[in-house]
């Protein structure tokens, strides 16, 4: 039975009220969800109210709120010490290391970089390319997002209100199309057995490399495997193992932005790894510590070639973030990576099902528990419908389900790996109805208006 709340509630109010004319009125807030606290996949108000977590954050709480081990692992760290700077050493920190050299996605033992944050992690690979290779030129793809500090935002290419007044960025960054075959900016041709990924690199090789960028002196690709903040969005099969291709046959290095679907998110430790192809560098945070600030930048032992003093910072491997990273990966290796597998096939599942009812849903995406749903006013046409998409967030918000979108007009489906089958189910029923609703707002279903059960 799915349930209208009153929300936000006096308590929520009253916080809102406070926060208004102090806190940076940059911050991208949709709905007046205020915590109170959390547990696994489910989450409270500070009005008592209980919602279904299907954000995680922003894709954040890997092993979700507060797990035990997490919490028992930074509350013993914390009263040893919380604080030694990068420039002393700490067991958690080579710990955590190690960890992650256990899990690369490449055949070549790996070297960590840590960090506080996804940006930190995207500029230290992007410092160590060009360090690395001496040369200057990178390659971005539309529809990116990276970060928000100087060079992630020279990169992200996902909403022009990211970067508008930011301007100049860091020089020497080239924008191409994602292979994103539902909304593809390059003609091809699927019924001939053509694949858009091809029809991207080839503009690559055969245009740019051709007129305005010289391929030898282009220091790396940066990309997100699986797009994020851009709509959730698969890219066509050919495009990384021809991206790849290309970075070999020019000495151009491949960094993965794994912040928002690495660490077990998508199924695979690894996006990449979908796609049968090894990054030379990887940019980690977001779900790497289950909520601590904490992020990793990781390359091949023969392109992590700077010298002491080349790059560091104060926080980096902060010994709190190194164990609750340690925990995190361990419980992910010991179930959830499978747990995000398996949900999320079952959720792919269930929107196939509803995509049969709901017109407004144009494609149903993703691996593992990183799911997009994209909504469209028209399915022949594919126009994006942000509007279906607002209104259902909205909805589920008052009616205890916690939804985010992305892109234009996409939902994302983005709850911890440990989310149960039963929670599932229930946060499912809430968007369906809430999607039901939005559609008869907007005249796009002809049915009786679902009865309304107030808490
Ligand atoms: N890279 C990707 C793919 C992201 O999704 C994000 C954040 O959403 C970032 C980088 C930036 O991470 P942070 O917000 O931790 O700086």
């Given at each position: 039975m799915v349930t209208r709340l009153n929300v936000p509630g006096p308590e929520a109010q009253a916080l809102l009220k406070r926060d208004k004319p102090l806190v940076s009125p940059s911050y991208p807030r949709d709905y007046g969800f205020v915590m109170s606290h959390g547990r696994n996949s489910e989450v409270w108000d500070v009005d008592g109210n209980r919602f279904v977590d299907f954000a995680a954050g922003i894709a954040v709480t890997?092993?979700g709120h507060s797990?035990?081990?997490?919490?028992?692992?930074?509350?013993?760290?914390?009263?040893?010490?919380?604080?030694?700077?990068?420039?002393?050493?700490?067991?958690?920190?080579?710990?955590?290391?190690?960890?992650?050299?256990?899990?690369?996605?490449?055949?070549?033992?790996?070297?960590?970089?840590?960090?506080?944050?996804?940006?930190?992690?995207?500029?230290?690979?992007?410092?160590?390319?060009?360090?690395?290779?001496?040369?200057?030129?990178?390659?971005?793809?539309?529809?990116?997002?990276?970060?928000?500090?100087?060079?992630?935002?020279?990169?992200?290419?996902?909403?022009?209100?990211?970067?508008?007044?930011?301007?100049?960025?860091?020089?020497?960054?080239?924008?191409?199309?994602?292979?994103?075959?539902?909304?593809?900016?390059?003609?091809?041709?699927?019924?001939?057995?053509?694949?858009?990924?091809?029809?991207?690199?080839?503009?690559?090789?055969?245009?740019?490399?051709?007129?305005?960028?010289?391929?030898?002196?282009?220091?790396?690709?940066?990309?997100?495997?699986?797009?994020?903040?851009?709509?959730?969005?698969?890219?066509?099969?050919?495009?990384?193992?021809?991206?790849?291709?290309?970075?070999?046959?020019?000495?151009?290095?491949?960094?993965?932005?794994?912040?928002?679907?690495?660490?077990?998110?998508?199924?695979?430790?690894?996006?990449?790894?979908?796609?049968?192809?090894?990054?030379?560098?990887?940019?980690?945070?977001?779900?790497?510590?289950?909520g601590?600030?904490?992020?990793?930048?990781?390359?091949?032992?023969?392109?992590?070639?700077?010298?002491?003093?080349?790059?560091?910072?104060?926080?980096?491997?902060?010994?709190?973030?190194?164990?609750?990273?340690?925990?995190?990966?361990?419980?992910?290796?010991?179930?959830?990576?499978?747990?995000?597998?398996?949900?999320?096939?079952?959720?792919?599942?269930?929107?196939?099902?509803?995509?049969?009812?709901h017109?407004s849903?144009?494609?149903?995406?993703?691996?593992?528990?990183?799911?997009?749903i994209?909504f469209?006013?028209?399915?022949?046409?594919?126009?994006?419908?942000a509007t279906v998409r607002d209104a259902l967030v909205h909805h589920a918000f008052e009616h205890g389900l916690l939804l985010l979108g992305c892109?234009?007009s996409v939902v994302r489906i983005a709850p911890p790996?440990?989310i149960e089958?039963k929670t599932v189910d229930e946060g499912l029923e809430i968007f369906d109805y809430c999607l039901t609703l939005a559609e008869q707002e907007l005249?796009?279903?002809?049915?009786?208006v679902l009865e309304q059960v107030p808490a």
């Amino acid at each position: 039975m799915v349930t209208r709340l009153n929300v936000p509630g006096p308590e929520a109010q009253a916080l809102l009220k406070r926060d208004k004319p102090l806190v940076s009125p940059s911050y991208p807030r949709d709905y007046g969800f205020v915590m109170s606290h959390g547990r696994n996949s489910e989450v409270w108000d500070v009005d008592g109210n209980r919602f279904v977590d299907f954000a995680a954050g922003i894709a954040v709480t890997a092993t979700g709120h507060s797990h035990p081990e997490v919490v028992k692992a930074i509350q013993e760290q914390a009263e040893k010490f919380i604080h030694i700077s990068s420039d002393y050493y700490h067991e958690p920190f080579v710990r955590i290391c190690e960890q992650l050299n256990e899990i690369r996605p490449m055949q070549e033992e790996l070297m960590v970089f840590l960090c506080n944050s996804g940006t930190e992690a995207v500029e230290s690979a992007l410092k160590l390319a060009r360090y690395h290779t001496g040369r200057q030129y990178y390659i971005g793809f539309f529809g990116g997002f990276h970060g928000r500090t100087m060079g992630a935002i020279s990169f992200t290419a996902s909403k022009v209100s990211q970067r508008a007044k930011f301007a100049p960025y860091l020089p020497g960054v080239v924008h191409v199309p994602f292979a994103d075959p539902y909304r593809p900016l390059f003609t091809f041709d699927p019924a001939r057995g053509q694949d858009y990924g091809d029809a991207v690199v080839d503009y690559i090789e055969k245009v740019l490399f051709k007129t305005i960028l010289p391929a030898n002196e282009v220091a790396a690709v940066l990309l997100e495997p699986i797009q994020g903040e851009g709509g959730y969005v698969v890219p066509a099969p050919h495009f990384l193992p021809r991206l790849r291709k290309m970075c070999d046959d020019h000495g151009i290095l491949l960094i993965a932005d794994e912040v928002q679907a690495g660490v077990g998110r998508t199924g695979k430790w690894w996006s990449i790894e979908h796609f049968g192809v090894e990054p030379d560098i990887i940019a980690s945070a977001k779900g790497i510590a289950s909520g601590m600030p904490f992020g990793a930048m990781m390359a091949r032992k023969s392109v992590m070639t700077w010298k002491p003093g080349a790059h560091g910072n104060t926080y980096g491997g902060n010994p709190l973030g190194c164990v609750a990273a340690s925990a995190t990966l361990r419980l992910i290796k010991g179930g959830f990576l499978a747990n995000a597998a398996a949900q999320g096939d079952y959720v792919m599942q269930r929107l196939a099902e509803m995509q049969a009812r709901h017109p407004s849903i144009g494609e149903v995406r993703g691996r593992g528990l990183m799911i997009g749903i994209e909504f469209v006013a028209d399915r022949a046409t594919r126009e994006p419908s942000a509007t279906v998409r607002d209104a259902l967030v909205h909805h589920a918000f008052e009616h205890g389900l916690l939804l985010l979108g992305c892109g234009t007009s996409v939902v994302r489906i983005a709850p911890p790996l440990s989310i149960e089958r039963k929670t599932v189910d229930e946060g499912l029923e809430i968007f369906d109805y809430c999607l039901t609703l939005a559609e008869q707002e907007l005249g796009m279903v002809a049915v009786p208006v679902l009865e309304q059960v107030p808490a």
